[in-house]
T-cell receptor
């Protein structure tokens, strides 16, 4: 049973527009959430995180929103750039337990 | 720092053969993780170590899989005997709990193909 779900396997967005990647989770005890970005032939790299005590965290073009009541988080990229084309993984953890990852969403930013 | 180093980057082997994947974590990191990535299951945690001690191996799919961490700078993941369904990308990651909540640094992965 997947505790972290990314229901959209892929997403295409035009350059300059907003990309919104979604993630749902089932474990209400998760208290830390992260997004990782993965290019082909490379390992995932950390992008942005948010603690459950916040509902928004922003870092440049990237913003993560957390809706605890809906058990939902999203990653907004604005404006989207061709270099943002990658697979994005959502991950969550409870206390000091290891991260649980979603299956990933492949983002394609079209010039 | 060179980051997490994995070898080999690619491995092609025949069913029944032993496969050994290697990982050198970032110096000073106290956690090491082994993951497997497939299209169907995404990123699955296989096993993780803290200070060279295996903490949780519940993700290891079968007894054919084993992992060791003889010292702080080296870990292996072994599959014996290998089967075609083991074909996947295997990632090693390390982290340092002192940096705050879990930010794992991943290696480039080993792409395994079992024929």
């Amino acid at each position: 049973d997947q505790q972290v779900k990314q229901n959209s396997p892929s997403l295409s967005v035009q350059e300059g527009r907003i990309s919104i990647l979604n993630c749902d989770y089932t474990n209400s005890m998760f208290d830390y959430f992260l997004w990782y970005k993965k290019y082909p032939a490379e390992g995932p790299t950390f992008l942005i995180s948010i603690s459950s005590i916040k509902d928004k965290n922003e870092d440049g073009r990237f913003t993560v929103f957390l809706n605890k009541s809906a058990k939902h988080l999203s990653l907004h990229i604005v404006p989207s750039q061709p270099g943002d084309s990658a697979v994005y993984f959502c991950a969550a953890s409870e206390g000091n337990t290891p991260l649980v990852f979603g299956k990933g969403t492949r983002l394609s930013v079209i010039a | 720092d060179a980051g997490v180093i994995q070898s080999p980057r690619h491995e092609v082997t025949e069913m029944g053969q032993e496969v050994t994947l290697r990982c050198k974590p970032i110096s000073g990191h106290d956690y090491l993780f082994w993951y497997r990535q497939t299209m169907m299951r995404g990123l699955e945690l296989l096993i993780y170590f803290n200070n060279n001690v295996p903490i949780d191996d519940s993700g290891m799919p079968e007894d054919r899989f084993s992992a060791k961490m003889p010292n702080a700078s080296f870990s292996t993941l072994k599959i014996q005997p290998s089967e075609p369904r083991d074909s996947a990308v295997y990632f090693c990651a390390s982290s340092l709990i002192g940096e705050g909540r879990e930010t794992q640094y991943f290696g480039p992965g080993t792409r395994l193909l079992v024929l």
